[in-house]
């Protein structure tokens, strides 16, 4: 990337597309408060006041896919009204693993606690002068005081596991619980500070049990009580069921019986439901934590939980009486429940008396826009009235026995002057769910040649099913009946892109023909030309599977989840192609517009506005470490509202949506005032970047690498008569930078992409 030498700055105007929660979204005549929150799979909640207003909002943490921020604007005890709130999400840390919000230095604001490299890693909370909460590390914790260790050794939590965080002994302190390496047993890492009077700021752990609470988890649903650490083994206890597995487990610790000690209810990856186990210590006078009984089917006092797959408990006050309550999510990733996931249990216990009653299984979900896993919008004018509608499918709702089954909501365009608005008129556009379609990627577009829009449906297993608009006329709400249920190519064979079909139907040869363009799994698109003769024919030929040579995650080999979507993105009045991907990045392709398919599009930006800043780059430790996140990104972008100014809809992994507007904000551009240049290379980049540059001052060379949030990641000083350097980045996350060198009065700025 060239760029000009620059001295001195001025404010100009610039324009991005940025989040925008003001667009109201309807359903089953209630407002959706959630509406573009991007949906939830297997949500991990804490509470925290992130805006400093006493208020306690909500954080939701999903592994490898970042952080969702709700601030709650209820007044009313008991009345609380969480509201979506992403920029709040741009301040917490990368978390890798599980993330808990707990306050362990006795402030008053909440620290948090990732799995991080060691099993426990933690950051101080602190509210800037925004009074928004923030995070700066700590430290990992170690204890010192086992021999069979020889020295330091880490506080461990099994990959995938969720801990446990809480005061277990009532001194004052936070302490931690984790299961062992086999599952089998707790391990209970006491904090030290208050027996040996360190500052309230401190942590200071000592393994104090390696089977906390007496009990044993082997390969059965029931555990085994009365447990030491020396027995050399287990009978399987009469009338369990067999756990194929051992490590996979979520701890929950909380006083169910409000006696002083703690019982808790586990998670298991092989099971279904959850065990509560109570802890006797305090009824029964025990020396440690004793657990006497368990119930293995619970919950008694409301509705069981039945929750596939591996669930996990969540100890919080949700509806603001005083009283923490209960929610329940799964914790398997894509296997797992993704609509009906969030269980809700109220807590109306009074003193000597538990009572946790069932109040929903959606709870969150069903303020949202959420269609199970991995969403693709698309806007259409589907009822003819000049304003273009959203209809969105996805890889489909999980049902009974594991399959995932497939359906089109329909939103009606219901805005009005300066104010955008969508009101949903069905989950089950066009019937589709009784063809049991494992996934729906919609595109609309006259591909028959008959003047009317058709309607093609990408699946999962990369086949195309094609729905022909049996309306007497284009100007008439299509009524879209399926045709092929296998879509063909010209000779008769079946088209499949081998995973992952994500059609788009665009002319671009430009022979005045709508062709067939799909997305895959691999990246690439594939280009089926139009060549129908006869109006009322589907006649479609494969020219090229990699058309331009256009791929999303270009680093990566496979798994890359390309969605492409071409048109105006702009005020330049330009087709753009935009492509979404597994990373959570959206790529940016020119060189099309003249209808040369023969032609390798140009890539303009790996990271198309930024608008993955919430889930992908900052908060996804997928990312974060190396690695490409499971993300799935898909957009739409149109005029929502008939003001000139376009919107983008991005779909993800979770089957929920982002709704961006391109805003017009200030940003700090520089006087083009000397002539020079720097040269940044290669972009994107992946381990190295190489920066050279000429017409600088005499001064040394300062050079910084930010992000485009302001985060700095690399500072080097070299000498006057350089022109060159090269800096590693294989730390970087995926994402956008800014490369700015400074000598004397003197800047250069450089954007690149980073891509993993």
């Known amino acids: 990337m060239a760029c000009l030498f620059l001295a001195g700055s001025e404010l100009s105007a610039q324009e991005f597309y940025q989040h925008d929660t003001t667009v109201k979204v309807y359903a089953y005549s209630r407002q959706l408060p959630l509406a573009w929150c991007g949906g939830f799979n297997n949500p991990q909640i804490s509470s925290a006041d992130v805006n400093r207003d006493g208020l306690q909002d ?60 060691d099993g426990f890693s933690a950051y101080r909370g602190y509210y800037n002068a925004g009074n928004e909460l923030c995070f700066e590390f ?97 009978a399987r206890p009469a009338g369990t069921e067999e756990k194929p597995t051992h490590s996979g487990n979520s701890l929950c610790l909380f006083d169910w019986d409000m006696d002083g000690d703690m019982d808790y209810l586990d998670g298991s990856v092989s099971f279904n439901e959850m065990t509560f186990l109570k802890n006797g210590k305090v009824e029964h006078s025990y020396p440690v934590d004793t657990m006497i009984s368990q119930d293995t ?32 999510a799964p914790n ?8 009906n996931n969030v269980w809700y249990y109220r807590n109306n216990s009074s003193t000597g008396t538990p009572d946790w009653q069932f109040q929903s299984d959606s709870f969150l979900t069903d303020k949202s826009i959420d269609l199970g896993s991995a969403s693709y919008p698309m806007l259409f004018d589907y009822d003819k009235d000049g ?15 594991g399959l995932l089954k497939s359906r089109l909501s329909y939103y009606k365009n219901t805005s009005t002057t300066g104010n955008a608005s969508f009101t949903l008129q069905t989950k089950d556009l066009a019937g589709i769910s009784v063809h049991s379609f494992a996934g729906a990627a919609p595109a609309t577009g006259d591909i028959d040649n008959d003047g009317r829009t058709d309607l093609v449906v990408g699946h999962t297993n990369g086949t195309l099913s094609f729905f022909r608009n049996m309306a007497s006329s284009e100007g008439l709400q299509p009524d879209w009946q399926l045709t092929q ?16 079909a994500a059609p788009f139907i665009y002319d671009i040869d430009k022979d005045g023909k709508k062709d067939l363009i799909i997305g895959s799994i691999y990246g690439y698109i594939q280009y089926y030309r139009n060549i129908s003769s006869t109006p009322g024919t589907v006649v479609l030929k494969l020219i090229n599977k990699r058309l331009g040579q256009a791929k999303s995650d270009p680093l990566q080999s496979f798994g ?185 009065v003197s800047k250069f700025y450089g954007k690149f992409t980073v891509v993993r």
């Open 387 to 401: 304003r273009p509608d959203l209809i969105v499918g996805s890889d489909g709702y999980r049902q009974p026995g």
């Open 297 to 328: 089917l619970w919950q008694t006092g409301g509705k069981q939980v039945v929750l596939p797959t591996w669930p996990a408990a969540f100890h919080l006050d949700i509806n603001m009486d005083g009283k923490k309550d209960l929610l329940v």
């Open 560 to 744: 890359n989840y390309s969605v492409p979507f071409i048109g105006k993105v702009d005020p330049t009045g330009t087709d753009f192609l935009l492509m979404g991907s597994n990373s959570g990045n959206v790529y940016q392709y020119s060189g099309f517009q003249t209808g040369d398919t023969t032609a390798t599009f140009s890539l303009i930006d790996g990271r198309f506005s930024y608008i993955d800043s919430t889930h992908s780059m900052y908060n996804s430790p997928a990312t974060y470490y190396g690695v490409y996140g499971n993300h799935r990104t898909s957009v739409t972008v149109g005029d929502i509202d008939g003001s000139g100014s376009y919107s983008l809809i991005k779909g993800n992994i979770r089957g929920g949506l982002e709704f961006y507007k391109r805003k017009v904000y200030q940003a700090t551009t520089p006087d083009v005032s000397q002539v020079g240049k720097m040269v940044v290379y290669p972009n994107p980049a992946k381990d190295l970047l190489n920066i050279s540059w000429s017409g600088l001052d005499s001064d040394d060379v300062t050079l910084n690498i930010i992000d485009v949030q302001g985060r700095h990641y690399r500072s080097k000083t070299l000498p006057p008569n350089y022109g060159h350097t090269t800096i590693t980045i294989g730390d970087l996350p995926s994402g956008m930078y800014i490369c700015i060198l400074q000598s004397g």
């Open 332 to 339: 398997a990733g894509t296997s797992s429940e993704n609509y």
């Open 138 to 234: 700590y430290k990992s914790l170690f204890y010192f005081n086992d021999a069979m260790s020889g020295g330091a050794a880490n506080a461990y939590v099994n990959p995938g596991d969720i801990p446990a965080i809480t005061d277990v002994d009532g001194d004052g302190d936070v302490d931690f619980v984790s299961y062992y390496i086999t599952g089998g047993y707790m391990y209970y890492y006491k904090n030290m500070r208050v027996e040996d009077g360190l500052p309230c700021d401190s942590i200071r752990i000592k393994l104090k049990d390696r089977c906390w609470g007496k009990v044993y988890q082997g390969f059965y649903r029931t555990h085994s009580l009365g447990y030491s650490c020396s027995n050399a083994g287990l």
């Open 485 to 500: 249920l296998e879509l063909l190519d010209n000779s008769g064979t079946v088209i499949n892109v081998d995973g992952n």
């Open 58 to 117: 909500l954080v939701i943490f999903e592994a490898g896919l970042g952080i969702t921020t709700l601030v709650n604007t209820g007044m009313i005890a008991g009345m609380p009204n969480y509201k979506y709130a992403p920029k709040y999400a741009l301040k917490f840390p990368a978390c890798y693993g599980y993330m808990l919000l707990v306050d362990y230095n006795c402030d008053g604001v909440p620290d948090l606690f990732d799995r991080g490299s």
